[in-house]
T-cell receptor, first 113, second 114 residues
Framework: AQSVTQPDIHITVSEGASLELRCNYSYGATPYLFWYVQSPGQGLQLLLKYFSGDTLVQGIKGFEAEFKRSQSSFNLRKPSVHWSDAAEYFCAVVENYGQNFVFGPGTRLSVLP | DAEITQSPRHKITETGRQVTLACHQTWNHNNMFWYRQDLGHGLRLIHYSYGVQDTNKGEVSDGYSVSRSNTEDLPLTLESAASSQTSVYFC?????????????FGPGTRLTVT
């Protein structure tokens, strides 16, 4: 069965610092990968997605992610974090070429002023 | 604008009671999903539907049921609420079965079972 791991439960960065959130997956074929963000008390919003092609994908709010097949990773990055980026971030993979997402446990991001 | 809504947003119920959480989407999406979110587990799939009259069990379906009588709605029923079902519940929808489209999420329902 597919699985998604996010090794960091909680990360704290200073505003203006760079950010990298890690995501690793286990899946035999080429996966479809997603990053979602959840602000406190809100639903999930899609940041970006990878289906095929260029392994560096750009998303909303200045985020990007890089798919590395050799490392089974899809890490999320942002060059300069804003206080409004404080939220929970979820990595997800689609299994069986269907619509059933498998989510990672999430990484909570705190931003220091 | 098209959207996905959930009601109620907060619910407190007693152990053993039947509870139904509503989910309504106006995108005319074929696929709809219910998840529960618990600390340390991320989102786990409860039930899903690929169309009217189609329902399927997800990873954590015990104690839950769904029915799909139209495209817009997928209500989630807890037949006999248990304290272990205290959680935040999210409904989602997507337009295709081909795995190429993201899921759109509702705002969530916080359920407390006392």
């Amino acid at each position: 069965a597919q699985s998604v791991t996010q090794p960091d439960i909680h990360i704290t960065v200073s505003e203006g610092a760079s950010l990298e959130l890690r995501c690793n997956y286990s899946y035999g074929a080429t996966p479809y990968l997603f990053w979602y963000v959840q602000s406190p008390g809100q639903g999930l919003q899609l940041l970006l997605k990878y289906f095929s092609g260029d392994t560096l994908v750009q998303g909303i709010k200045g985020f990007e992610a890089e798919f590395k097949r050799s490392q089974s990773s899809f890490n999320l990055r942002k060059p300069s974090v804003h206080w409004s980026d404080a939220a929970e971030y979820f990595c997800a993979v689609v299994e069986n070429y269907g619509q059933n997402f498998v989510f990672g446990p999430g990484t909570r991001l705190s931003v220091l002023p | 604008d098209a959207e996905i809504t959930q009601s109620p947003r907060h619910k407190i119920t007693e152990t053993g009671r039947q509870v139904t959480l509503a989910c309504h989407q106006t995108w005319n999406h074929n696929n709809m999903f219910w998840y529960r979110q618990d600390l340390g587990h991320g989102l786990r799939l409860i039930h899903y539907s690929y169309g009217v009259q189609d329902t399927n069990k997800g990873e954590v379906s015990d104690g839950y049921s769904v029915s799909r009588s139209n495209t817009e709605d997928l209500p989630l029923t807890l037949e006999s609420a248990a304290s272990s079902q205290t959680s935040v519940y999210f409904c989602a929808s997507s337009p295709s079965r081909q795995g190429l489209y993201e899921q759109y999420f509702g705002p969530g329902t916080r359920l407390t079972v006392t």
